[in-house]
Nanobody, 125 residues
C-alpha cells in the first residue's frame, strides 16, 4: 500500500518558521516529481512548490518565493518544505504529493496521483 505521510505543521506567529516533512512508503518515488500543495478554507488547492527527481527543476508559487525551500532525499523517499518568514496568508492545510508519471514535471493537481493526508499550518498575526 502506497502512503505519503506529512508532518511538521503547527501554530506559529507571523515571521516564524516551520519545516514540513513527507515520508513515502510502499514504493519508491525517486523518479517522480514531488510537490507541496496547500488549501485554505474556501479556496482552491494550489501548488506551493515542486521538485524534480534530482532537484534540477524547482517551481515555487510567486507568493512563497524567497521564503520557502523545497528539498528531497531520494534515499529516504522523502520530501521537505522549509517555510520561513511565515505570514497569516500561509495558513492552510499542506499536502505532499507525487506525480503519477515518472520524469514528468507536473504543476497541476490532476497530474498527481499520490497524496498525503495533509498537515495544518496556522500562522497567527
Amino acid at each position: 500500500q502506497v502512503q505519503l505521510v506529512a508532518s511538521g505543521g503547527g501554530l506559529v506567529q507571523t515571521g516564524g518558521s516551520l519545516r514540513l516533512s513527507c515520508a513515502a512508503s510502499g514504493r519508491t518515488f525517486s523518479s517522480n516529481t514531488m510537490a507541496w500543495f496547500r488549501q485554505a478554507p474556501g479556496k482552491e488547492r494550489e501548488l506551493v512548490a515542486a521538485i524534480s527527481r534530482y532537484g534540477s527543476n524547482i517551481y515555487y508559487a510567486d507568493s512563497v518565493k524567497g521564503r520557502f525551500t523545497i528539498s528531497r532525499d531520494n534515499a529516504k523517499n522523502a520530501v521537505y518544505l522549509q517555510m520561513n518568514s511565515l505570514k497569516p496568508d500561509d495558513t492552510a492545510v499542506y499536502y505532499c504529493a507525487a506525480d503519477s508519471t515518472p520524469l514528468r514535471f507536473g504543476i497541476m493537481a490532476w497530474q498527481y496521483a499520490y497524496w498525503g493526508q495533509g498537515t495544518q499550518v496556522t500562522v497567527s498575526s
